[in-house]
């Protein structure tokens, strides 16, 4: 066997066995061991940033690593946008970057370049292979860091440490370090705060956004009289049934109106929330200035058992918290022009149980968010970092970690485009993903920006930037270009009777919505 | 004005006056500074990859550096790869990368990551715009190393620096060092070799392979008896009444066959030929272990002068070069099958005069190579750091430099997939390119590439890496989907029809050539 054989060994008897790839030259010895171990799930992304964005999509759904398979410091580039969301999102990753054989950088052949320096801002853990004897110390080092610490790890595989020897082993399952609990005085702290008689928020993210933890972060507020707010996360179990919380919103000025009240925060899970953005004459934080911040942890915490020692702390065991009501049902159908907000209503009224929407509607996601919470329960994921073109490769790994789940992904048609290509994958894998295209033809979000900036009328310069017409994008053929069935949707009845066919139906579907 | 203005400015008044950009909401002052500036050019990418692509394209047809605009980490990333061949090509671009105002840093928000590392791998000079009275020098820096390193430069730009006030003053052209040639006694020493009676190989890359440099270096060639070689280049003046030379292959075995003669090799524009990647047991450098190399300078040297230094050196002044003859006429219209081999004769015998080249091909592409030099002379742009997807966006940067020149793009399927949303721009800016999609449905050279690793067999996982089969990609309707018209063809008389017609109308048009 040689190390690349040993690679996927390891990979597997640790649960790893999905690997999403794109594979060059230098990795051709790793594809052949790939191609020895049936067991192993090989998908094809058709560009970098299907292969990552698929890889986060996958564990959020899976709560496990897949593994990439990249080809050198330019096949890392590529995937670096949706690492940056995973890292974000504090996802479990394994990047395999390949690298030219050991001797062979000296030589700064064409592919060469610093793949430890486009690998770290977007890794929580890098590492190399220096030979095939490191393989398994290394591939194991990779998956405890992934795992424990929830990130984005890249271990660099050169070519001869893949073709070296490596001894065949007894392999089992590394051990990792079970996550703690917030210490007992931070848990004190926050406890004594919750019973001060002070504006006390809680801010929750990551894991805290699962159904069990809301609950007890739910009697923790019903028993205190806190106010749950959440941030922007990997995955939000949201809907009704589960707990009312409303999320910090995106527009700075609103995230600081709606904690302006706050003498108190406690997170869970993320640090304070802070702007995506600076404005001039804008705050950066978004909580008040004399606001005290409690933080309870970040990923790496066990945040199920700090709010359980938190609640009994208080004394909330017993505590209803104030859950969502099922409000679906009640929803009209919608009638008249096609808009996001009829689009939201359309799909709320019509959403199937336990789905999973992957979220990069970007501005025109708000109606169906405000309806969320009253409408079957499911999973909810969105953009974490900001680093647009993350929707059709989350949706690719979500429906395959889920194959029995409904993807529902709903796609702004600027950020769609920056990984288009994620659609072939879709059909390739026959994936059960309804994707619904804002099709507005513009950056809407940016355009919005300039405004902010005080620039009212668009000039030639502004208008090429910010127009996404002249020609207009037609995604139903790009989608059946890439093997995926598509509709468009010019009314509200269209899309209506469109998105019926699809729920209805297994397998990938695009509706092209003309907003 | 503001720091944005002010780098505007500085752009425009030294001939920067292309700007492919991709923004984000950091970069909105720089969006409104451009566009109270109609006279700079604003092209729109729908990903950051055809951005850097294109500016690369451009630079290489207009002997000059176009701005690009991106958006933080994650757009400079999206733009890496591309940037990574316009750093092998020694392309002149400058990046501007917006980040957040420097005061907001610190707060960590979802987009902030740390842009130095990502950009210094791929560029050769990276430098931050501290406040806006720092944005001339730090912009004039940019560009001077921009254009007498011949390479990228990186500029980040915080949103305070870009919001900030500055002074309006009168701006001038920046001085840029002239190139020097090669040194005095690298020449001579290059010149005893050249009369030392020993088989000497010269070895050309960059712009030792324009026209005029190749008329001096193939006067060498005839009074020494040297042999000439081209290494993977920016731009290579080609074809007919051009200087003879020969590409230095790309498979190593061949490559060093066709060098295991030579005892000396001058080299001109780059430095020694290394192999593309390690295979075990065969050499990382391609010229013979006992094969002494004089290297004449790289991109930052005055090649054309230092070659006519040698040849007057050497007494070469009146040597007749050997010239490609015209036999473009002599070509028969190729009949059969739809291959590769074919379509290079079809389009051999068509080619317009003056045309560019954009090649992309990989696997496809050897027959028209081979054909080139007695084909009409035209610029032939290669992909030179073998960072797949750069043929559609370097097709954009070539029609926009030189409106007058029929662009003609090879593009594999594989690679073109990558940066598909290209297609996009070459239908808003209206570009006179014909895009020839050599349509194999897989990444045929990986598929060679596991040959030359002893696979043979394909099983499940090889094939779900190297096929892009299931479901077949239909080009034709990605296109229309984007904007451009496009046509199938499945003989070799449809492609000449598809082709004749396309080579005699202007605008963008695509033949998916099912091979």
Known sequence: MNGADKLCDVLLVNGVDVCFANPGTSEMHFVAALDRKPEMRCVLGLFEGVVTGAADGYARMADKPAATLLHLGPGLANGLANLHNARRADTPVIN?????????????????????????????????????????RVTEEAYVASVSRRGVSTM???????????????????????????????????????????RVAIILAGK?????????????????????????????????????????PYPVGMAVAALAEFEIAICLGKGVPVAFFAYPGMPSQLLPAQCKAIELGGA??????????????????????????????ELEEPTGDLTPDSIGRALARRMPEN????????????????LAPGIQPHDHLSLTGGAIGIGIPLSVGAALARPDQKVILLQADGSGMYTVQGLWTQARENLDVVTIVYSNRSYAILQGE????????????????????????????????????????TTIDEFSRLLDAALSNKGPF??????
Chains 1, 2 share one sequence.
């Open 510 to 515: 695009l509706i092209e919505a003309m907003i």
């Open 300 to 329: 790496e915490t066990n945040l199920l058992e700090t709010l359980e020692l938190l609640c009994s702390e208080i004394g909330a065991s017993s505590a209803k918290p104030a859950l969502n009501r099922l409000t679906q049902g």
């Open 208 to 248: 805290a956004l699962r159904k069990e933890a809301l609950e007890i972060a739910g009697k923790i507020a019903a028993a205190s009289g806190a106010e749950l707010f959440s941030q922007q996360s990997d995955r939000h179990e949201r809907g009704a049934g589960r707990v009312a919380i409303r999320p910090v």
């Open 96 to 136: 395999v970057v390949g690298d030219h054989a050991t001797y062979h950088v000296q030589y700064d052949a064409p592919l060469t370049s610093d793949i430890e320096s486009l690998a770290r801002p977007m890794s929580q853990w890098v590492g190399r292979v220096e030979t095939a004897s490191a393989v398994r």
């Open 450 to 489: 300039m405004r902010n900036v005080g620039v009212n009328q668009f000039g030639k310069n502004a208008r090429a930037m910010l127009d996404l017409d002249r020609p207009d994008l037609d995604w139903c053929l790009m989608a059946r270009g890439m093997g995926v069935e598509a509709g468009r949707a």
């Open 156 to 198: 660099i595989l050169p070519a001869d440490a893949a073709w070296g020897d490596a001894e065949p082993e007894d392999l089992t399952p590394v051990e990792v370090p079970a996550a703690a609990t917030s210490s007992p005085e931070k848990i004190r702290e926050a406890a004594a705060a919750l019973k001060s008689g002070k």
């Open 355 to 370: 789905a999973i929407i992957c979220d990069e509607a970007i501005t025109s996601g708000r109606a169906f968010g405000q």
